[in-house]
């Protein structure tokens, strides 16, 4: 099993829509959640982390952990054409700790 | 956020041959860089850690003497791929770290490496 799973989509919606990410792990050790957003043939870019479980909000971006089920989400608000990107999720037990990544979820948000 | 950069953004390479891949931190001081390797529609997964002056350590699976990694710097790290095949080819990543903090560490945009 892996440590992260995370559905790769495609994920397609339309411009207004709320998009709900998700991931989940195995390893309980994890305290740091983040995602990122890679746009093509970049490289990642932080979106938002959270420590432990809770949520935490940033303009149209919510994320939340859900420690006791070993479950993430991050939730995008009035979706825009511009957050057409690959979403990955990683995990670390540590802020000096290793990243481990999703496999990345591809959103198209069409106008 | 802090700038990291690579160089190249692309190669395409001979069987056999060799290829140097860079990564800078621009506007700060990393003592700690990694590298990834990204194949299409999968998740990033470590190759390795370098802090700066000292070797690096690979994570399981990754040969070192195929991936040799040089962080002589604390703004420069290099991955050579020795012996390039075509099962090399992916996109890696690096990413530098400037602090202790989650959100300190850095990506840069990448290197496609093509094999034929």
């Known amino acids: 099993q892996k440590e992260v799973e995370q559905d790769p989509g495609p994920l397609s919606v339309p411009e207004g829509a709320i998009v709900s990410l998700n991931c989940t792990y195995s390893?309980?050790?994890?305290?740091?959640f983040m995602w990122y957003r890679q746009y093509s043939r970049k490289g990642p870019e932080l979106l938002m982390y959270?420590?432990?479980?809770g949520n935490k909000e940033d303009g149209r971006f919510t994320a939340q952990v859900d420690k006791s089920s070993k479950y993430i989400s991050l939730f995008i608000r009035d979706s825009q054409p511009s957050d057409s990107a690959t979403y990955l999720c990683?995990?670390?037990?540590?802020?000096?700790?290793?990243?481990?990544f999703g496999r990345g979820t591809q959103l198209t948000v069409w106008p | 956020g802090a700038v990291v950069s690579q160089h190249p953004s692309r190669v395409i390479c001979k069987s056999g041959t060799s290829v140097k891949i860079e990564c800078r931190s621009l506007?700060?001081?990393?003592?700690?860089m990694f590298w990834y390797r990204q194949f299409p529609k999968q998740s990033l997964m470590l190759m390795a850690t370098?802090?700066?002056?000292?070797?690096?350590?690979?994570e399981q699976g990754v040969e070192k003497d195929k991936f040799l990694i040089n962080h002589a710097s604390l703004t420069l790290s290099t991955l050579t791929v020795t012996s390039a095949h075509p099962e090399d080819s992916s996109f890696y990543i690096c990413?530098?770290?400037?602090?202790?903090?989650?959100?300190?560490?850095?990506f840069g945009p990448g290197t496609r490496l093509t094999v034929l």
């Open positions: 990413s530098a770290r400037g602090g202790e903090g989650i959100d300190e560490q850095f």
């Open positions: 390893n309980s050790a994890f305290q740091y």
């Open positions: 959270t420590y432990s479980s």
């Open positions: 990683a995990m670390s037990r540590s802020t000096l700790g290793r990243l481990y």
């Open positions: 506007d700060f001081q990393a003592t700690t």
């Open positions: 370098s802090n700066e002056g000292s070797k690096a350590t690979y």
